[in-house]
């Protein structure tokens, strides 16, 4: 067991040698990501809800999925409607500790509540044979209808197979669902070999799937600089538009190392994601139809 104090909170971790990937990745890293990381990640995570995808036996195992808080918790942990919030560093190590590698956030905050979401958040979905190549005309794509509804996006990998694109708004939570709904529509029926926006699996070989569900207040997304499951530890990255052009990227070029020294080079891509963003546009639905 090794104590540590966390800006003033004091934790026991423990097994800091256990593998938490199948190539050797420890616990200690994991904890040494998140701290390293937490300058531009505890951002996007503050005031807003975390579910936590645990993985105690290693991301080669089953993991399981957490929403409330649990009852062992230190007494300092925020939690806010059963679910806990990570406001600190120390937080986030805890949770680090508790192999929880994958951090989900809603796309609200727990002082405006669900009702009142601060972005819109596209995720794009293949379905194989389509890949991130795929994604990666969508995306830009969504960017420039986006852009045509004032609305600026801002790109990440999920850490898998997909992307997701996030633009700061001001609106409610119905204008959002319904707003994402109607252009997830709009491009499934202009590219309909390409791209669907339908929930059933069946049809979707070789589509990119836009999931605007994601907007729906229960739902959470995977958060920027999140780690992900996997063979080898990948993290949710957000890339410059200019990369997305380019291309040649996988999910598996994203390592802890490399996301950290990218932070050194580009600080926070998402950080615009941060402040308010504009108002949906009114009667946007309408022009959506005469596309």
């Not at 990745?25 to 300058?39: G, L, S």
């Not at 802890?256 to 932070?263: D, E, G, H, Q, Y």
């Amino acid at each position: 067991m090794t104590k540590v104090e966390v800006d003033g909170r004091r934790l026991e971790l423990t097994n800091l040698d256990k593998p938490l990937y199948p190539d050797g990745f420890t616990k200690a890293e994991v904890i040494d990501y998140y701290t390293r990381v937490a300058p531009v990640m505890l951002p996007h995570l503050a005031d807003r809800q975390v579910t936590r995808i645990r993985y105690p036996s290693g991301a080669q195992a089953d993991g399981f999925f957490e929403k409330n808080a649990p009852a062992a918790k230190p007494s300092w942990v925020r939690v806010d409607g059963g679910l806990i919030v990570v406001d600190e560093l120390a937080t986030l190590v805890w949770l680090a500790h508790l192999a929880a590698l994958e951090l989900h956030t809603p796309q609200w905050t727990a002082t405006n509540g669900p009702e009142h979401p601060d972005r819109i958040v596209f995720d794009l979905d293949p379905t194989e044979p389509a890949g991130l190549d795929e994604c990666r005309a969508v995306a830009q794509a969504l960017r420039d209808r986006l852009a045509v509804d004032g609305l600026t996006a801002y790109p990440k990998t999920s850490g898998r197979k997909g992307m997701q694109v996030s633009c700061p708004v001001t609106a409610t939570a119905a204008q959002i669902a319904d707003y994402a709904r109607a252009l997830a529509g709009e491009f499934a029926t202009a590219a309909p070999d390409a791209v669907t926006d339908q929930m059933a699996k069946a049809g979707r070989r070789g589509k990119i799937f836009i999931d605007w569900s994601q907007n729906n207040p229960s739902k959470t997304t995977v958060c920027v600089y999140s780690l992900r499951a996997g063979p080898s530890p990948t993290v949710s990255t957000p890339v410059t538009w200019d990369e997305i052009a380019q291309g040649s990227f996988t999910a598996a070029d994203f390592t802890p190392a490399v996301v950290l020294r990218r932070i050194d080079e580009y600080a926070d891509l998402h950080a615009p994601l941060l402040s308010a963003g504009p108002a949906l546009p009114t009667g946007s639905r309408k022009r959506r139809r005469r596309l």
